[in-house]
Structures are given as structure tokens and as C-alpha cells.
């Protein structure tokens, strides 16, 4: 069995083709359970810890039969307040094993993350835009030592 930490989604088929995205959202769900082992558990608010990296803050938004949709993000201390970023929804899509960006908020403020504008963007674009940045994170938030358990 290929571990996931060697699979490269973009690598696997044609970058924004909709067979890549699939693997993509495939890798993102393995990457996700590392994160939270106990997905198709957990309810509520939970917070992750790890000296020297920023607090990782998960919400349990929606449960249902086959998914289970949550908020990802860190809080930092701002002269307005506390703010939320990357502040993304997830779903998590438990019979299918594959996770997916539903949003980012906030996405436009970091230039790494703004594409050119294009008159006519494809939704598989966005998409695939996204999950990328979910897939990167998951990967950075395990390799931090960020997880999460039921206490």
C-alpha cells in the first residue's frame, strides 16, 4: 500500500482535470484523518496545541449520516480584534473517503494565493485551488505534531 505522504496529487493525473481533483480530495481525506483520527466521532470545538506553532482551532459544523463539515483555522491578535486565518469550511465525506474545500475566507489577502483574474473562471479551477491549499496544510499541521483526540 503507498503511503500518502509519497502520493503528490498534482503529479498523479493532469493538474485541474477532474480525475485530479478526486485524487486530490482522496489525499486530502488521508491527510485529514491523520489530523483527527476520530472524524466520525467528534462534536463540538477543539483546539491543538504545539510548542512553537500557531493553535490550531477546529469546529464540528455539521454532522450528517455520510458527511461531517467543519471549520479549520488559527486565531491571531489584531489591533481589530481576533482574526481568523486560513479560515476554511471542510466537508468531509465519510463513505466516499474524500474531504473537499467548501470555502476560504479571506483567500484574496495573501498574494500566494490570488490567481490573475480571468473573465470566465471555471468552478474546477476554483476547486482545485482550494483543495491545494487544504492538502498543503494538512500536510504542514501533521508535520507540526497537531492532533486531535476526544478527551
Same mark, same amino acid.
Given at each position: 500500500?503507498?503511503?500518502?505522504?509519497?502520493?503528490?496529487?498534482? =503529479?498523479?493525473?493532469?493538474?485541474?482535470?477532474?480525475?485530479?481533483?478526486?485524487?486530490?480530495?482522496?489525499?486530502n481525506y488521508l491527510r485529514l484523518l491523520r489530523?483527527?483520527?476520530?472524524?466520525?466521532?467528534?462534536?463540538?470545538?477543539?483546539?491543538?496545541?504545539? /510548542?512553537? /506553532?500557531?493553535?490550531?482551532?477546529? *469546529?464540528?459544523?455539521?454532522?450528517?449520516?455520510? !458527511?461531517?463539515?467543519?471549520?479549520? !483555522?488559527?486565531?491571531? *491578535?489584531?489591533?481589530?480584534?481576533?482574526? =481568523?486565518?486560513?479560515?476554511?469550511?471542510?466537508? /468531509?465525506?465519510?463513505?466516499?473517503?474524500? =474531504?473537499?474545500?467548501?470555502?476560504?475566507?479571506? =483567500?484574496?489577502?495573501? !498574494?500566494?494565493?490570488?490567481?490573475?483574474?480571468? /473573465?470566465?473562471?471555471? *468552478?474546477?479551477?476554483?476547486?482545485?485551488?482550494?483543495?491545494?491549499?487544504?492538502?498543503?496544510?494538512?500536510?504542514?499541521?501533521?508535520?507540526?505534531?497537531?492532533?486531535?483526540?476526544?478527551?
Open positions: 500500500m503507498l503511503l500518502d505522504s509519497l502520493l503528490v496529487p498534482e =503529479a498523479i493525473v493532469r493538474p485541474k482535470s477532474f480525475v485530479g481533483l478526486m485524487a486530490l480530495y482522496e489525499s489530523l483527527i483520527p476520530e472524524i466520525e466521532r467528534l462534536d463540538g470545538c477543539f483546539r491543538s496545541r504545539v /510548542a512553537g /506553532a500557531c493553535d490550531l482551532h477546529v *469546529e464540528i459544523l455539521e454532522r450528517c449520516r455520510y !458527511t461531517v463539515t467543519l471549520g479549520m !483555522t488559527y486565531h491571531f *491578535e489584531c489591533e481589530d480584534g481576533t482574526l =481568523a486565518d486560513p479560515d476554511m469550511k471542510v466537508r /468531509a465525506y465519510l463513505d466516499g473517503r474524500l =474531504a473537499e474545500v467548501m470555502s476560504i475566507r479571506g =483567500a484574496d489577502r495573501h !498574494t500566494e494565493l490570488r490567481r490573475p483574474a480571468r /473573465a470566465h473562471r471555471r *468552478e474546477l479551477d476554483e476547486r482545485w485551488k482550494r483543495n491545494v491549499v487544504l492538502n498543503k496544510w494538512l500536510e504542514y499541521l501533521t508535520d507540526q505534531g497537531h492532533l486531535l483526540l476526544e478527551y
